[in-house]
């Protein structure tokens, strides 16, 4: 108003001005972050993935500025919050029971709710997805939740990634837990499923490799339902069967290994690896395992590859060399994509089948088709290395 000192501006004023003021600071930064997030996501950029030379906490890094810029103005909302939910509530409880008496001629039933010294109200008639509609207590959290189409293919890939790299564990005094463990540039991976389902991430001691760490009871109960159904190898469906014993689950056990989800993406994930050699630019695909039965399976449900012993570590690694079973994995590989930085490794790959199978090998050293070639191989092996 003219003439109003500031010092008189009401309250809600001031923190209009503050919050206007917060936002042109830190929403020019969001912008930033989200713009570049969707580049790496849709155009292929690297400004967060280190396979591409990216830095994965730079994002972090830009919400961090935003978040905080936001902290220092949270005192301000709090009052207004604290004024307002009151008056607001108060309102609200007037008009919904004075018109159930005007309408429908039963009260609603409001249940007070208290929050530090502010006052607001919760209706108990109407159900949330957490409550039973006829005596409005909890639902046990050990009832199996519905999976959607999207979260099956992910407890598929997940219980392929478990059983390459992770493990189910009972603790002397009865708790459950589940490790997964990746290399350092797989590290984002780990993030990923913590996104998911919650849990630590960790750097081993001495080891180029982070471990992933859930361990409380919501989180297993959730993990389970994805996974339970979906787990292959005989050692950890043993682990499966403990865990579900302490959590009141019916483990499932009967299962078998198909071409029509991700559950190989997963184990290939953990323990595969896509090769090309620099010498012959030999292309080949591999997954070392000391389960045997487990490659032999693949083999006869993909028709592809060979299982041969690895006495250099006493384990069994699957093979695939040649084009035509090639071409099968990249296909399912394709439909399934990988969700580790072994995603861009395929696209390199992918790139140097298509520039052999048109023979750029075959021609003079130093022509610009074997330079390409040669790029792309110093390009793969490099990522490899970070």
């Not at 961090?64 to 220092?72: A, E, K, L, V």
């Not at 109407?126 to 039973?132: P, T």
């Not at 909890?138 to 199996?144: A, D, F, G, L, Q």
């Not at 009141?248 to 994930?269: C, E, M, V």
Request: one cysteine or more; aromatic letters at 12%.
């Amino acid at each position: 108003m003219p003439g109003q000192a500031l010092h008189k501006v009401p309250l809600f004023g001031w923190a209009i001005f503050v919050t206007a003021v917060l936002l042109l600071l830190s929403l020019p930064v969001l912008a930033g972050g989200i713009t570049m997030l969707l580049f790496d996501r849709n155009f292929n950029t690297s400004f967060f993935e280190p396979s591409g030379g990216g830095d994965p906490v730079l994002y972090q890094h830009l919400f961090w500025f935003f978040g905080r810029i936001h902290h220092f103005g949270w005192p301000i909302h709090k009052a207004i919050f604290v004024l307002f939910s009151g008056i607001f509530a108060g309102r609200l409880y007037y008009v919904l029971t004075t018109y159930s008496i005007s309408v429908w001629k039963k009260p609603v039933t409001v249940k007070r709710l208290g929050i530090g010294r502010s006052a607001g109200y919760t209706l108990d008639s109407f159900s949330s997805n957490g409550f039973n509609k006829e005596n409005n207590k909890c639902k046990s959290s050990e009832t199996k939740i519905p999976v959607s189409l999207e979260d099956n293919e992910f407890g598929y890939w997940l219980a392929g990634l478990i059983d390459s790299d992770g493990s189910l564990l009972v603790s002397n005094k009865g708790y459950t837990s589940c490790e997964i463990t990746l290399y350092i540039r797989e590290v984002q991976t780990l993030y990923k499923i913590k996104r998911v389902l919650g849990g630590r991430i960790a750097k081993r001691s001495n080891a180029q490799a982070f471990r992933w760490r859930l361990h409380n009871k919501i989180g297993m109960l959730k993990l389970i339902n994805l996974i339970n159904g979906k787990i292959l190898l005989m050692k950890r469906q043993i682990q499966l069967i403990k865990v579900c014993e302490i959590l009141d689950i019916i483990p499932i056990t009967d299962n078998k290994l198909s071409s029509n989800n991700s559950w190989l993406t997963g184990f290939i994930d953990g323990d595969g690896s896509l090769n090309i050699k620099k010498t012959d630019y030999q292309l080949s695909i591999t997954i070392s395992q000391k389960d045997k039965l487990i490659l032999d399976n693949i083999v006869n449900v993909f028709s592809c590859g060979k299982v041969y012993k690895d006495k250099s570590w006493n384990g069994w690694i699957f093979w695939v060399s040649n084009v035509k079973d090639l071409n099968i994995l990249v296909k399912y590989l394709t439909k399934f994509p990988l969700k580790t930085p072994k995603k861009a490794d395929l696209v390199t790959f992918k790139r140097f089948m298509l520039y052999k199978k048109r023979k750029y090998h075959l021609n003079l050293p130093n022509s610009s088709q074997k330079n390409k070639l040669d790029h792309l191989v110093k390009l793969f092996q490099s990522r490899k290395k970070i």
